[in-house]
Every structure is written in C-alpha cells, then in structure tokens.
C-alpha cells in the first residue's frame, strides 16, 4: 500500500495562522552551588496572534528560561503553557527556536539543512522538500550559497539560514534567544530590515530575547522588561511606531531611553543584582 | 608534478644506498640480501601463487574480523553513551581492554579456539571493537546538546535524533576510533599469524614466519615490504578519502 501524499508545495507554502501563547503563573527554579534560584516567579503573560513580543533585561534574569519553556525544550515547576489553546507538553513543530549560536548542523551543507526539518514531514514528496528549501533560501537572500559548506559562511550568513531552516516546517511561532548577539551592528541592521519584512510576510508570533534594549523597541509591538532575581515582567512597552523601523530614527531612541532608564532604576534599587 | 619527482628521488637513493651497502659487505649477505634478490624474490612468489594466497588469507581474516568489530563496537559505544549504568560497567571493561595490547589475546585464544581460523577471527575482533566502542562514546559525549535541543523543536525525536543528529555529529570521533582499531587489528593479525601455524591457509605473517625458520633473509624484508605497502594503501585508499571529506565538511583542515 503506498502511502498518499496529500501535501503539495502550494499547500506547504500557505501563509498560515499565527497562534496565541498564554503563560499563567509560570514557575521555575535552578539549583546552584549557593542555593536556589528562583529564575521564573509567577509569570503571566499573553501574546496575540502574529504578534512581535520583545523581552529584554540583563543576563541571567531567566528570559532564555522562558523562551526554552515555551519551546517544550524545558518544564515549568508550576503554571500553565498553551500554545493556540492547546497545553505544551514538549518540543513541537508549531513552535521553532532560533538559537544564538546557529545550532546548525556541519555535516550537513546549507541546502541540507534547511532540508532537514521538512524531511520529517512524511506528507511531502522529496521534490516538495527541495522546492520549499529552495523558497526559504531565496526569502533569506542565499539561493547562491545553497551548496556552501557551514564553516564557509559569515556569521550573519549561518544565522540567515538558521532563520530559513527554523521557517521551514511553517511554524506558527518563532522564538529567538538573542539571534543577532554575535553579529557585528551592520550586519544586525540589516537583519531587522529582513526579518520586519519576513514576519509582515509569513505573519508569525514572535517572541525575541534580547539584552539590546534599542534592538528591542526597533522590533516588538512589545517590549517587556525582565528583572532578575527572581525573574519578574518589571514592566510593559507598546511600541507604537509605524513598520518598516529604522533602528536610527528619533522617535525609535527615544522609545529605548525611556526603557533604558526603567532598567537602570531597578537596577540601582537592587545593587546585588549582576546587570 | 615536482613533489612527485623528488618523493621518487628520494626513494632511488634509498635503493641505492641499500644497493651500497650490500657490495660493500658491511654485514653478511645472509643477513642483508640485494634489493635484486628481494624482487627476485617478490616475482617468484607472485608467479607461483604464493604471495597472492596469503594476501588474500590474511585480508580475508583482517577484513572479517574488522567488520565484526565496528558493526558490534559501534551500537555498544552508542549505548554506553546512552545509559550510565552501561557507561559504569561495559563501558569501564572496554576502556580497561583497549589498553591491552591487542597481542595478549593471542595465548588465550590459542587455548580456547586451538589453531584454528576462529582464533585469529576472535584476535582482530578484539583489536578492533574496543577502540571503535570508546571512540564512539567519546564522540557522542562530545556532541554539543545544542544539535540535540535544535533537533528536538525541529521534530526529531527517538531512534531519528540518533542515526541523524548525534551519530553524524559523533562522526569525526568514530573514524578517529576507526582507524586506530584498524592498527590494533592489523598488528595483532600479524602477531598472531607468526606465533600460529594453522593448516586453513597460509598468511602474510605465516611467510613472514617461515622466511626466518629457512634463514631467507629475501623473502622476511620482502614480506615486511608487502605488510608496508598493505597498510599505506588502506590508509590511501580508505581512511585518506573519509578524513578529507570531514575535514571539507567541518572545516577543521588547515
């Protein structure tokens, strides 16, 4: 009996609904040599369809935490994670990670790894696959570097296809954990061009980590301030600027001073805490 | 075009001096035959079929012995990697056996398996598996969780995350493991041949052997000139090509 293939590239291409993330009272905690660190503390928080939601505070105040929770790649001590609705129990397709470091594979070439997420979708032809592959390549402007080898790329380049592979299987969320921290300032312009363009275009729910609070307000529809220890939401920004943004314009700056000097009271106000 | 002619230069002044010292008699002929007398020699024994049988013995029992070794060290070092109640016990067994010399097999499996061929296949087995089973845990150990965690959100999961995540990940330390039971395997071979005699076949190392027993100084250098060349070609032939291949992929060459 042949298996039927129901999926087509069309099909597989579709701009589909962003979901909704709902956190209520989310709780976790690490043991460390000098005790224990309440990293998440009762945390709730909602992210509207086809939202981009920023979070930003200092290092070690538990955002990379959150993200990994709402990835499933973590379990929360208490408190509920649902993504569109339903409960996250673990990882899942709908929900993909764009990590810091581009976690790509370098056994495999470019082409191969952006492959490798829609070879574990069984209704796709193999043809498909390389057709999507080849579409997520040409969004993130490197059809010509598809058979380049992994070492071979720029930085900016390997995040460039680790944001194709992480579109690949269409998620209906992307989380990125500080994607651009290793990239130097032009290439990370360019990136928020990009990638403004790309979620106006496949309309995902974003939620992107980040310590670089003007990166933040240039992105988000939000931006949320995390205070460490224990890991709180200090406070909410509704970046009300019109998109495209560019990160250099006035009104931009003086949204991210304005967060800036939020961040530096409560700072002050906690001295023990590492910024 | 130039490295290949000064490699081969420096090759004919080798001869030449081998070729020297020979006619000036600076020890018997006995003990340093001609370069002439060893192809003389090597062309006799190639005509009579002698050189190519215990060629392809003593390939067969390599080669036999190698496979079973990595196909059986490869699942083991995946699964010591896997659970540490294997790590703790077979895991501590393999390291323990992989500083044996390979060598030390060959009274025991004399005593369990006679002179037989089951003998030799059990001291290549045991030269090999424990190299390719420390190699692969290593090598999965080394694996950053970065690649596991990546996979996990992309739908990997189980059976899939280890034969295409972790084990290509873990592939420069396996070839690595590879290639150093191979030498295990293919000293002890030889070890064992010459110790052994047994009436299945002839191998290089029984040559070898019976070059020393009849004083043929000709047929002992030529025998250790076809064991050379032997592992310079698997070397060439087999592992060269992998190594550049990771090298390419991974970027690691100079």
Redesign the interface.
């Known amino acids: 009996m042949f298996r039927h293939k129901t999926g087509s590239v069309t099909e597989e291409l579709q701009v589909i609904a962003p979901s909704k993330l709902a956190l209520e009272e989310v709780s976790k905690s690490f043991q460390t040599i000098t005790g224990t660190v309440l990293a998440l503390d009762r945390i709730s928080l909602q992210v509207n369809e086809g939202e981009f939601v920023c979070i930003v505070g200092p290092s070690g105040c538990g955002k990379t935490t959150l993200l990994n929770i709402i990835?499933?790649?973590e379990m929360p001590d208490s408190g509920n994670v649902l993504a569109g609705g339903k409960p996250v129990t673990g990882?899942?397709?709908d929900?993909?990670?764009m990590?810091q470091?581009s976690?790509l594979?370098?056994?495999?070439?470019v082409f191969g790894n952006v492959l490798?997420?829609l070879k574990?979708?069984p209704q796709l032809t193999n043809k498909d696959r390389r057709d999507v592959a080849k579409y997520y390549l040409e969004l993130v402007d490197l059809t010509r570097f598809e058979r380049f080898?992994?070492?071979?790329l720029s930085g900016g380049m390997k995040q460039r296809v680790a944001l194709a592979?992480s579109l690949a299987?269409n998620p209906r969320v992307l989380l990125m954990d500080e994607p651009f921290g290793a990239l130097d300032a032009l290439t990370r312009e360019q990136f928020y061009g990009d990638l403004q363009r790309i979620w106006k275009e496949r309309k995902k729910t974003i939620v992107f980590v980040t310590h670089n609070v003007r990166e933040a307000a240039c992105l988000g529809d939000r931006v949320l301030l995390f205070s460490p220890h224990p890991g709180r939401i200090q406070e909410e920004f509704v970046i009300d600027l019109p998109r495209p943004r560019d990160i250099n314009t006035a009104d931009l700056v003086g949204y991210s001073s304005k967060i800036m000097r939020s961040l530096k009271s409560f700072n002050a106000e906690r001295p023990e805490t590492r910024a | 075009m130039r490295r290949f002619l000064s490699a081969a230069g420096f090759f004919a002044l080798l001869i030449l001096l081998w070729q020297w010292a020979f006619q000036a008699k600076i020890w018997s002929p006995v003990l340093l035959p001609s370069p002439l007398q060893v192809v003389n020699y090597l062309k006799g024994a190639i005509e009579d079929g002698t050189l190519g049988h215990a060629t392809v013995t003593t390939m067969r029992r390599l080669l036999t012995g190698y496979v079973i070794g990595f196909v059986g060290g490869l699942p083991l070092g995946l699964l010591t990697a896997r659970w540490n109640l294997l790590r703790d016990t077979i895991g501590t067994i393999s390291l323990g056996l992989q500083t044996l010399p390979s060598v030390c097999w060959v009274p025991l499996a004399l005593l369990w398996f006679g002179q037989t061929e089951a003998a030799m296949l059990f001291v290549v087995v045991m030269g090999t598996l424990w190299s390719v089973v420390i190699a692969t845990e290593t090598g999965v150990r080394n694996v950053p969780p970065?690649?596991r965690?990546?996979?996990?959100?992309?739908?990997?999961k189980g059976l899939?995350i280890w034969l295409?995540?972790i084990l290509?990940?873990a592939?420069p330390f396996i070839v690595s493991g590879m290639k150093q039971g191979w030498a295990f395997a293919w000293r002890s071979l030889m070890a064992a041949e010459i110790f052994v005699t047994i009436l299945t076949g002839f191998g290089l190392g029984q040559l070898l052997h019976y070059g020393r027993e009849l004083n043929a100084m000709e047929q002992v250098i030529a025998i250790m000139l076809v064991i050379v060349v032997i592992g310079l070609l698997a070397d060439k032939i087999f592992f060269s090509p992998i190594e550049k291949f990771l090298h390419?992929?991974?970027?690691t060459s100079q």
Request: hydrophobic share 45%; no cysteine; aromatic share 12%.
């Open positions: 990835a499933g790649l990882p899942g397709r929900r993909l990670v990590f470091e976690a594979f370098p056994w495999l070439n490798f997420p574990l979708k080898n992994i070492h071979e592979r299987p | 970065i690649y965690r990546a996979a996990l959100t992309m739908g990997s899939h295409r995540v290509p990940a592939l390419r992929r991974w970027g």
